[in-house]
């Protein structure tokens, strides 16, 4: 079967064999498209989505459901995969467990959480709106799951001279 990966912001994030995926906060939608490239049916979730840019890149919409909204107020379906990256940590600091605990609850046994976090030296962890994570509270949120893959990125970035500092994981969804 064809797997899940993702390009640019998934580097690495690994490969899953599933079929129903959400996007949670999609962004401009690369990884959607991808995945829909793939034969995948996404739910691409954002707070705001540019529908005429989405559908301008894809040629059959019948897989494609745009949510906007914020992805705390998102009404979670049962879903294979839930995939997120540079999203969540971005979910309203009081309402982030009430958020980890959704994805949990609509993935099934062996279903796929890919997604990152921002860690305690990201240059956004100064703001006080975005959640920040040191490595054993990530690893204590992916207590009921098994991690497959997980890697801490730390870097400055060359364009803007920000410090980056987050955690890339794929796990799998523990019975």
Not at 6 to 11: E, G, K, L, Y
Not at 61 to 76: G, H, I, R, S, V
Not at 93 to 114: M, R, S, T
Request: glycine share 6%; with cysteine.
């Amino acid at each position: 079967p064809d797997g899940i990966s993702s390009q640019p912001r998934s580097r690495g994030l690994g490969v899953v064999y599933k079929r129903q995926v959400i996007d949670l906060g999609c962004g401009s939608g690369n990884e959607t498209v991808y995945f829909l490239k793939k034969g995948k049916e996404v739910i691409a979730v954002d707070k705001v989505i540019n529908k005429e840019y989405f559908y301008s890149r894809i040629k059959d919409d019948k897989a494609l459901t745009l949510e906007e909204c914020p992805f705390e107020d998102f009404k979670f379906k049962k879903v294979d995969a839930i995939f997120s990256t540079f999203a969540l940590s971005f979910c309203e600091v009081d309402k982030f467990q009430n958020l980890w605990n959704k994805l949990y609850e609509y993935l099934p046994v062996g279903g796929i959480l890919a997604a990152n976090l921002f860690g305690e030296r990201d240059y956004f962890a100064s703001d006080k709106v975005v959640n920040v994570f040191n490595k054993e509270e990530v690893l204590n949120l992916l207590s009921n799951y098994d991690v497959i893959k997980f890697k801490e990125q730390e870097y400055d970035q060359d364009a803007t001279a920000k410090h980056r500092h987050y955690y890339d994981f794929v796990a799998i969804k523990k019975g």
